[in-house]
């Protein structure tokens, strides 16, 4: 199972990147997506989820109204709009897949994706 992100980079406070993960080797539409993110000294962090079918997303509070989520199953792909961003948006940012079949966890992270937020 392989999961690549991409559409990290540079941008200025107040500005807008586009995230998205591509999965492959695994059945993509039976996993929850999610995003992550680690800031140099601290933990990762969820920043936002999808469920399986689902049609709407789960915010950490602090990307809330900024940030969006979506999937699309037939492509295998779950992309993070972000919008407004601000300098502690800076972070590798992780994307994220998870199911439970029978009491066995499946989960896949990507390698992650730098964005960097200038003041």
């Known amino acids: 199972a392989q999961l690549v992100e991409s559409g990290g980079g540079l941008v200025q406070a107040g500005g807008s990147l586009r995230l998205s993960c591509v999965g492959s080797g695994f059945t993509f539409s039976q996993h929850e997506m999610s995003w992550h993110r680690q800031a140099p000294g601290k933990d990762r962090e969820l920043v936002a989820k999808i469920a399986a079918a689902g049609d709407s997303g789960n915010y950490a509070d602090s990307v809330k109204g900024r940030f969006t989520i979506s999937r699309d199953n037939a492509k295998n792909t779950v992309t993070l709009q972000m919008n407004s961003l601000k300098p502690e948006d800076t972070a590798v940012y992780f994307c994220?897949?998870?199911?439970?079949?029978?009491?066995?966890?499946?989960?896949?992270w990507g390698q992650g994706t730098q964005v960097t937020v200038s003041s």
């Open positions: 994220h897949a998870f199911s439970r079949w029978y009491g066995a966890d499946y989960t896949y």
